[in-house]
């Protein structure tokens, strides 16, 4: 954390009368969620685009975008990690 975030979540803990432990944790709930969510998906490496479909998130961040896992990214990466253990 640089000082302007420092500076930043300092002024909030301030002017909401919060601990900066609390903003801290605050911020990075979003992200810990998504991490939670996504560690949590177990893959075989075969799944079909439907299988795929129903085991992966979307996820909206505001300000940011969507988030979200495309089948041919997924199927990339398979033929990628297929080729390097061969």
Known sequence: MDRQQKKI???LATKYN???EQVVEIIE???S???EKITSIEFT???TE???KEKTFNFN???IGKLYASYNSFSNIQERCQKEKQ
């Open 29 to 31: 709930s979003p992200f």
């Open 33 to 35: 969620f998504i991490r």
């Open 18 to 20: 919060l601990t900066v």
């Open 45 to 47: 490496g075969k799944e």
């Open 9 to 11: 979540i300092n002024e």
């Open 50 to 52: 439907e299988e795929f």
């Open 61 to 63: 961040i505001p300000r």
